[in-house]
């Protein structure tokens, strides 16, 4: 039998716990966004126009397929230093000192779910009683709807929100790393 978990709201000594919770949340993302970089079809004509012109050029089988590889690999470095800058930048800013960020103001707030002491994030319906307690945070200050953003490569969180009665209302295009 699991144990029971609590949902409330954020102290200082959790600052580290969430701060760790968040780097490995994020940084469990980076194959899934590779993955979805690899589907996309600019990047499959790319790879494959690279391919096709070594292979013509240099009559090699070897040059095209190391030269593939090593964008492959450029890109998956690319998309580590996305994620790492973007964690890095949320750890200096608003995760750096939670309370005066979320919990100073009238219309906004942390909360972790703990078992047994501890900070913990999966299993259990954890990821529902946290939207649960969300929505009655801003239904008790009026407020009309919850907006939540989820990125292409986070399914679990969307069919999760999906499921609690949320619907998508708007999508957002992906930055382009190269411009149009």
């Not at 959790?14 to 600019?42: C, N, R």
């Amino acid at each position: 039998m699991a144990a029971s978990f609590q949902i409330r709201k954020f102290r200082e000594e959790d600052a580290e716990a969430v701060q760790e919770v968040f780097t490995v949340g994020m940084s469990e993302h980076v194959p899934s966004s590779f993955t979805h970089i690899l589907k996309q079809p600019l990047t499959q004509m790319v790879l494959m126009c690279v391919f096709c012109a070594l292979m013509t050029s240099s009559k090699s089988f070897l040059l095209p397929i190391l030269a593939v590889t090593l964008l492959l690999a450029a890109t998956r470095q690319i998309v580590v230093h996305m994620f790492n800058s973007y964690i890095e930048s949320s750890l200096k800013k608003d995760l750096r000192n939670i309370s005066d960020t979320y919990l100073k103001h009238k219309n906004s707030c942390f909360w972790v779910a703990e078992v047994d002491g501890r900070i913990v994030v999966i299993g259990d319906g954890i990821a529902k009683a946290l939207c649960g307690t969300v929505a009655d945070f801003t239904r008790d200050r009026g407020f009309a709807a919850v907006v939540l953003y989820t990125s292409v490569v986070q399914r679990d969180a969307q069919h999760l929100y999906e499921n609690l009665g949320y619907e998508k209302t708007k999508e957002f295009p992906a930055p382009e790393i190269l411009p149009k």
